[in-house]
């Protein structure tokens, strides 16, 4: 009976099995942290129309009378949400370093209290470097229960260094469901408004 021998294992392929396991490891790694890093650099850059969803001051620089940008405005209804977005002047001209103030109406069709969130964006992409959020209901996400409306400010400023070849900035609020479970969202419900919105109920109290 012979004694058959198994040859001695290649330390060569063990360090190149171990090198590719580690190798494909770090591609998934490098693959989910690509969406996060995404989002910072298009926040940082302006690129891809994101705009960055944090309170702004204004700067005192001026305003620069000699120059006008039409300002549009946009309002679309994501899936999954059964409310509807108004502005209350879909087109304005304003000055560079000017501050103005534009209302939005919120307002729930459903039967029940609902979560959602408009979500910004801005074009032409590099005029988002240049646009300033005083104010803004996209800083928050908003509670409304069935059939009510909601009224809050939208105040911005466009820096006087804005593009001179930009002469007209569109932004588009997009809605969003906002998933809560029920604890949170009973005790969470008067946290979604933001400063200064004036909410009323169609046929109930103001």
């Not at 989910?32 to 700067?59: E, H, M, S, W």
């Not at 300002?71 to 087109?91: C, D, H, K, S």
């Not at 005029?127 to 069935?146: D, G, M, T």
């Not at 001179?164 to 809560?180: A, G, Q």
Request: one cysteine or more; a neutral charge; hydrophobic letters at 40%.
């Amino acid at each position: 009976m012979t004694d058959a021998r198994r040859p001695p294992p290649n330390p060569g392929v063990r360090r190149t099995v171990i090198r590719s396991v580690a190798a494909l490891v770090g591609m998934f790694a490098f693959a989910f942290a690509l969406v996060p890093l995404y989002d910072v650099f298009c926040r940082v850059t302006g690129i891809n129309g994101k705009v960055d969803t944090t309170a702004q001051a204004i700067v005192h620089e001026g305003v620069d009378d000699s120059r006008y940008v039409t300002v549009q405005f946009i309002t679309r209804n994501g899936a999954g949400l059964p409310w509807n977005l108004e502005v209350e002047t879909r087109q304005l001209r304003v000055h560079p370093g000017q501050t103005t103030e534009v209302g939005f109406a919120f307002q729930n069709a459903s039967g029940e209290g609902t979560w959602g969130r408009a979500v910004p964006s801005v074009s032409p992409s590099n005029a988002s470097r240049h646009l300033r959020k005083v104010s803004c209901f996209c800083f928050e996400e908003q509670h409304l229960e069935a059939g009510e409306r909601l009224e809050l400010p939208l105040v911005f400023q466009l820096a006087r260094d804005l593009p001179p070849e930009v002469n007209t900035v569109t932004l588009v609020y997009t809605l969003y469901p906002v998933e809560r479970d029920p604890v949170e969202r009973d005790g969470k419900a008067q946290q979604g408004r933001v400063a200064g919105g004036v909410a009323s109920n169609e046929g109930g109290e103001a």
